[in-house]
Structures are given as C-alpha cells and as structure tokens.
C-alpha cells in the first residue's frame, strides 16, 4: 500500500497569506490527523477528521482550520500567515484494522513564512 | 494526560545497545507506552507499544516495570541509521484518545561510526 502522501513538500509564503495543505491517507484509513511540528513547541496536534467530521481539536486559534472529503483525503487551511506559522506541518492516519495501535505520518510540508 | 520525562540526548556507537528510559510517574490504569521515532525531515514512525512487562518486536523491545511509572526503549545493535530523536507517549489507545498523539521533547540519539 502507498503511504501518505502530503502536498507540496515545501512552500514559502508571506505575512498575511494563506495556505492549503493537503494530505491523502493511507488507503482505506478514514482517520486523519494534523501536526505543527517546531523547534520550540515540538510536535503539537491540530486537529483530527473522521468521515468528513472534525472529531478533536488542539489548542490553535480559528487562522488553522480544516476539512476532509469522501475520499478521505484532507485539507488544512492557514489564513493570515503569521511568522510564527512557520512549521513542518505532519498528517497522520489511522484506522484500528491496521493491526497495531498507531499513526502513520507523511513527510510533512515544510511551510516557510517570511 | 500522564507527563513524561526522558533524557534529551544520548549518544552511541555501532554495534552497540541503546537503553532510552522514560519517567511517567502519573501513568493512569487505561495507558498505554507508545514509542515513535523521527528521523530528520520526516514524519514520526511506530515503533512499539506495551501495557506491562516486556514486548519485543522485530527492531526494538520494551520493559515495563510492575509499578509501570516509567519504561525503557532498548534498541540493540545500533547502526548509523538509527540516529534519530526517539518520542516516548504514554495515553490511551488512539481511539479512545480521539487519534490524538501527545508528545514530550524526544531522545536525540546520535550513533556514532
């Protein structure tokens, strides 16, 4: 099976755009969860869909929002960019008849705010 | 949500044993210890998980004290290609936990030639 895949890999914005990220889980996983991931707040959790549905919700303000579709893919959207935005920003997916109890990531998309 | 505590860096050589220990003195019945690694530029990866005792898999094993306020990751035989930051978790399994995964500061294991 292809792993998740997220696009584009990296992306150079500036203050006070926006942006949208995009995640295609794992084939069959309907579970998808987004990551911030800083060298100073490390790895934080954004938000989660299941079915189209956001489920869980991390501590972010309402700039960071998100979506999923029928096919399980996912969006997450940034309006507003601040400096501070700037992150790998990490989709996971999941779904319990994998097997094991864990999240498979993708490779992130770099997002560079100047 | 149990906090934990493991060293920020520890540095190997090949061919060696890494013993990474995590503190979870607040570890509640339902947890479970799930350990992630990441490597540079990468998404985290699995790499094991356990409620108790020892687990062993095919690139890593577990021990799990009886108290189980604290766990230690054993990697043996390191490689170069294990330097990585290595994330110990500790909650409930991801559907309980609203697939949500809460990570502490890492390990940053460094193998050394």
């Known amino acids: 099976k292809a792993g998740v895949t997220q696009t584009p890999r990296y992306l150079i914005k500036t203050r006070g755009q926006q942006v949208t990220l995009s995640c295609s889980p794992i084939?069959?996983?309907?579970?998808v969860s987004w990551y911030q991931q800083t060298p100073g707040q490390g790895l934080q959790f954004l938000f989660e869909y299941f079915s189209e549905t956001q489920r869980n919700k991390g501590n972010f303000p309402g700039r960071f929002s998100g979506r999923q579709f029928s096919n399980s893919r996912s969006e997450m959207n940034v309006s507003t960019l601040e400096l501070g935005d700037s992150a790998l920003y990490l989709c996971a997916s999941s779904s319990p008849a994998s097997g094991r109890d864990e999240q498979f990531f993708g490779p992130g998309t770099r997002l560079t705010v100047l | 949500l149990a906090k934990t505590t493991q060293p920020i860096s520890m540095d190997s050589y090949e061919g060696q044993e890494v013993n990474i220990t995590c503190s979870h003195n607040?570890?509640?019945?339902?947890?479970?210890i799930t350990w992630y690694q990441q490597f540079p530029s990468q998404g985290p990866r699995f790499i094991i998980q356990g409620y108790k005792t020892k687990v062993t898999n095919e690139v890593a094993s577990l021990f799990i004290p009886a108290d189980r306020k604290s766990s230690t990751l054993s990697l043996p035989r390191v490689s170069l290609s294990d330097t990585a930051v290595y994330y110990c978790?500790?909650?409930?399994?991801?559907?309980?936990?609203?697939?949500?995964?809460?990570f502490g500061g890492g390990t940053r294991v460094l193998v050394k030639p």
């Open positions: 084939s069959g996983h309907r579970s």
């Open positions: 978790l500790v909650g409930g399994l991801l559907k309980a936990a609203g697939n949500k995964l809460t």
């Open positions: 607040n570890i509640a019945t339902n947890d479970y």
